[in-house]
């Protein structure tokens, strides 16, 4: 058992409390598979919510592609609310990724310490990478967002300028 336990995570049960060593490891165990369950339930809702606002952009791509010709004739003003519209959506999904990640990160932690009570780990983690490895999914996944927001003010000023 850890000689320091982070506060709040650990309960007052420990070995001692268990008839065997066997009954208390295996106790750990359950608990780990329970936080490895929540991190791929997490990890599910995650990809639901990315495909959802993947749809929503893939849509707004083919709307704005078909009507790029015809520009409305109200002028560029109707066009600034769709745009705060599709910017307020990678607004929700940068930060609905961001909740999944936090939330990732949480299960992950717990994972981690309860793997201190057993005796080997599952997996080599994302800070135990050599330098210079490539990115994490996340870090790319956060990026997506932004990108379809940038492409969005660059489509509302070409319609602008031209």
């Not at 599910?44 to 990315?50: E, G, I, L």
């Not at 990160?105 to 599952?122: K, N």
């Amino acid at each position: 058992m850890p000689d320091e336990r982070p506060a709040g995570f650990w309960t007052d049960v420990s070995a001692d409390d268990y008839d065997t060593e066997s009954d208390y490891r295996a106790a750990v165990m359950e608990q780990c598979k329970l936080y490895v369950g929540l991190v791929e339930s997490n990890r599910n809702r995650r990809a639901v919510a990315n495909s959802f606002f993947l749809g929503i952009n893939t849509a707004a791509f083919v709307a704005i592609g078909v009507t790029w010709e015809a520009r409305p004739s109200s002028g560029q003003a109707a066009l600034a609310f769709p745009l705060l519209v599709l910017l307020a959506q990678c607004g929700a999904w940068a930060a609905a990724l961001r909740s999944y990640r936090r939330r990732g990160e949480q299960h992950w932690s717990s994972v981690r310490q309860l793997e201190e009570e057993l005796p080997a780990r599952a997996a080599q983690w994302d800070d135990e990478r050599p330098p210079g490895q490539s990115w994490r999914l996340t870090d790319i996944e956060q990026a997506i967002p932004a990108l379809f927001g940038l492409t969005y003010v660059g489509a509302f000023v070409a319609v602008v300028i031209w």
